[in-house]
């Protein structure tokens, strides 16, 4: 059972990992630097320096993985934003041959 405040269903897996996010509609050009706070199978969240509008569709590329998603939510934690993402589509990035 869940906590009273707790309406996530699935587990969430803590991470600190950074990447970038890309908004992409509205569209603004250039990415910025995130940092992935957690994730589970159908979301994530993550720190940054700036708000995003939830209903936002992002492209957040990870190190190994690029999620498309839209903002459920966005909040000032700790001089940052905290942004939950609902995962539409993710892939995997291919490593870069050397």
């Known amino acids: 059972m869940t906590s009273r405040g707790e309406r996530r269903r699935e587990q969430r897996i803590s991470a600190s990992e950074m990447g970038h996010i890309h908004v992409l509609n509205p569209f603004q050009e250039g990415t910025l630097v995130v940092r992935m706070l957690d994730r589970s199978t159908d979301g994530l969240s993550i720190r ?14 990870l190190k190994e ?18 942004i939950g993402i609902l995962i539409e589509s993710s ?3 291919k490593p870069r041959p050397r």
């Open 48 to 61: 940054m320096g700036r708000s995003v509008a939830p209903g936002t569709l992002v492209q957040v590329r």
């Open 65 to 82: 993985t690029v999620v498309l998603g839209a903002v459920r939510y966005c909040v000032r934690a700790e001089g940052a934003f905290r």
């Open 91 to 93: 892939m995997p990035l």
